[in-house]
C-alpha cells in the first residue's frame, strides 16, 4: 500500500508540473502574438492614391510634388489626366 501511494504522489506531482509549465508556456505565447499584432498594425502604412492614373500605392513609394501624390515621376512630369 505504501508503494501504491509514492507512486500516486509523484504522478500527481508531475502532473501537476507539466501543468504550471504548459500554463506558463501558452501565457508567453499569447504575449509574443499580441506583440507581434501590435507591431503589425503600426507597420501598416497610409495609402494615398496618384493624381494621374489614380491608383493607390503606400505613401512611402508615392512621389510628392506641386502638393500632389504620383506613383511614378513619369505621372508627376505629365500631371492631371485631362
Do not use: D
Not at 29 to 43: G, L, Y
Not at 46 to 54: D, G, Y
Amino acid at each position: 500500500m505504501g508503494k501504491f501511494l509514492l507512486w500516486a504522489i509523484i504522478i500527481l506531482a508531475v502532473l501537476m508540473v507539466s501543468r504550471i509549465l504548459n500554463h506558463q508556456k501558452a501565457q508567453a505565447r499569447q504575449a509574443a502574438e499580441r506583440r507581434q499584432a501590435a507591431q503589425s498594425k503600426a507597420a501598416a502604412e497610409e495609402m494615398v492614391r496618384c493624381a494621374h492614373c489614380q491608383i493607390y500605392l503606400p505613401r512611402s513609394e508615392a512621389y510628392m510634388s506641386r502638393g500632389k501624390t504620383w506613383c511614378c515621376a513619369e505621372h508627376a512630369r505629365l500631371g492631371l489626366k485631362q
